[in-house]
């Protein structure tokens, strides 16, 4: 273990090698590799030597490396390995401001002029005094950039949204102050450092509560994280929607595969658990009867099972949760609060909390933080904007776009639909990018189609909704399988918790190709019923879906067809299957 006050001695070290490698002012340190202490160390260190912190997505190709790299101008890339290294070297000549690259972790397979590795750099900056690196640290302002969040460019080109040391600090403090996180806490890092709540909640504010941060490996969302959680054992956990849903279909497997006797027992604590939780975050303060008991047999086990038997919060942001998800973990009484946030607001903008809670809203906004609705409908629903210091300075080299996403005022506006209920709960519908508008006009907001389908037919894993300037709605769907350990590809076996489905049904299916192949009756004809209840409560005819297709592979990270944080990419998948799409529209 690095104590706090190791690491900043460290962090002021790398800030004189890079000085000593010829580092400009705001020009960016970008870093691409899985996370860990040199990733940290190198970002720190950037900011503090006056440059930039520039993350890259490990996943991202050379091109996207060289297109981030180029657009911060960036004096220094930090990499991991000789694979990352690869990357940048086939794109170096697109980079006129590159002075040098830094490798933290395996050997060098050929030595190259301003290529160093980790322990040659950390040599560097002893000849730079310290009277340097002070000077540049007291001529840095509040409201100067200290870091680039890139957007993963899923609607489009990837921004540098550019945040200032104030923001990353109010933030930072604001949210610790709302969530009550009390100091010296542990936690668990294994979003990748690129995004901003990995920044804002690993990062900023672990060293504004001295709290210890632990590396889960770098295929933590390919299934080793529950591992690094027993390990650990944090006292906060934040959980992207699909690292909750793992976990939940992990535990409801374990549940059926359990005697009889012990599925009734579960079922009793569990319906125990949801009462009790509701009373809690309602206010009501009163324990059902059993609670003791039901903790006693199944919470704490669970908890210990996941390693969150330290844990006091449960966070989940980066993308929408389902309700089912989040009244599954309720009834474990592990509530989940849910948060909104985007990079342009530096992290969090609202969250629920111990006193302020409703299910399936982002809560209330963090004090100092404002939300407008722009445009509302009948509905109150309309364009969120936001208002703040935690409001970004602008898209790096982007006029137009900064004036798209600001105005005159300094209301952000984010691009998602949103609504306030009377007692001023903020609710995100969805993205106004993401809508399907009919040929025949009508609005259709997709998630919640999506996530009816997913309820009603358990064994899908991913429902997307089709109908952009079509007569009718369609919808993409993919079946829960297992997945490589290795390279987090989905792979053809069904998921134990699809077999179960299937046998329950009557089907003998335990491969997504076998459903395929002979268009499996009782499964097709589960989908199909379950597909007509959603449609039973449709909003209008227009919001039913007529057709329905499965696609012979899951979505994962490694195909591209989710991002960085697991959240869908909804432009790939459909230009991906396009075939697919033309097909449910063909008379």
């Known amino acids: 273990m690095v104590t706090q006050q190791e690491t900043l001695i460290t962090e002021a070290n790398t800030g004189h090698c890079l000085a000593k490698l010829g580092l400009e002012r705001f020009h960016g340190v970008a870093i691409l590799g899985s996370n860990g202490p040199e990733w940290v160390i190198a970002d720190i260190g950037a900011i503090m030597a006056g440059g930039l912190a520039v993350g890259i997505y490990s996943t991202s190709s050379p091109e996207a490396c060289g297109y981030v790299a180029a657009s911060c101008a960036a004096n220094v890339v930090v990499v991991e ?114 995004h901003v709540a990995a920044q804002i909640l690993d990062l900023w504010m672990p060293m504004y509560m001295g709290s210890t941060t632990s590396f889960a490996q770098p295929d933590a969302l390919k299934g080793s994280l529950l591992t690094t959680l027993k390990e650990v054992r944090p006292t906060v956990f934040a959980g992207v929607p699909r690292v909750w849903e793992k976990i939940e279909e992990k535990l409801k497997a374990a549940f059926n595969q359990s005697s009889l006797g012990k599925r009734k027992l579960v079922e009793w604590a569990r319906r125990i658990g949801l009462q009790a939780s509701y009373s809690r975050l309602d206010g009501d303060g009163s324990v059902p ?138 609710y995100i519908v969805g993205r106004i990018k993401e809508l399907v508008i009919t040929a025949g006009g009508k609005n259709i907001t997709p998630v919640p189609i999506e996530d009816a389908l997913k309820k009603e037919v358990p064994i899908v894993s991913n429902a997307v909704l089709v109908g952009d300037g079509r007569k009718f709605l369609s919808m993409l769907l993919t079946l829960k399988c297992q997945v490589d350990p290795v390279s987090g590809a989905p792979l053809d076996e069904l998921s134990p918790e699809a077999v179960q489905f299937c046998r329950e049904l009557g089907s003998q299916a335990t491969r997504v ?75």
């Not at 989040?326 to 946030?341: A, D, K, N, V, Y």
């Not at 639909?417 to 001023?424: E, K, N, T």
Request: glycine content about 8%; aromatic content about 8%; some cysteine.
């Open 81 to 194: 390995d000789n694979a990352q290294l690869s990357k940048i070297l086939q794109v170096q000549k697109q980079l006129p401001h590159l002075k040098a690259i830094v490798q933290y972790r395996d050997r060098l397979e050929e030595k190259r002029p301003n290529v160093y590795m980790w322990e040659e750099f950390m040599e560097l900056g002893r000849t730079v005094p310290d009277t340097q690196l002070d000077s540049i640290i007291r001529s840095q302002c509040v409201n100067h950039c200290c870091t680039l969040i890139y957007t993963s460019g899923t609607t489009g080109t990837p921004k540098g949204v550019m945040l200032s040391h104030d923001n990353v600090t109010w933030v930072s403090k604001g949210t610790k102050d709302i969530l009550r996180l009390p100091d010296h806490g542990v936690i668990i890092n294994y979003l990748p450092l690129s």
């Open 289 to 426: 009867w059993g609670f003791a008991m039901a903790d006693r047999l199944l919470f704490r086990k669970v908890r210990e099972e996941l390693g969150l038997q330290r844990c006091t919060l449960f966070l989940a942001g980066a993308a929408p949760i389902s309700k089912d998800t989040l009244e599954f973990f309720m009834s474990l009484h592990l509530p989940i609060f849910e948060m909104f946030g985007l990079s342009e607001g530096s992290g969090p903008h609202s969250t629920c909390t111990n006193e302020t809670f409703r299910i399936y809203s982002c809560g209330k906004e963090l004090p100092g933080c404002r939300s407008r609705i722009e445009q509302p409908d009948a509905g109150g629903t309309g364009e969120l904007c936001c208002w703040g210091r935690h409001v970004f300075m602008g898209y790096l080299g982007m006029e137009a776009a900064t004036r798209e996403a600001l105005d005159e005022e300094g209301w952000l506006h984010t691009g998602d639909l949103a609504c306030h209920d009377p007692d001023g709960f903020l």
């Open 513 to 587: 190709s076998e459903v395929l192949s002979t268009r499996d009756p009782a499964v097709y004809q589960a989908i199909q019923q379950g597909m007509e209840r959603v449609n039973q409560r449709a909003l209008s005819r227009a919001h039913r879906v007529q057709k329905w297709a499965l696609l012979p592979r899951d979505f994962s990270i490694a195909g591209g067809e989710l991002g960085p944080t697991a959240k869908l990419k909804r432009r790939v998948v459909l230009s991906a299957h396009e075939d697919t799409i033309r097909g449910c529209y063909r008379d």
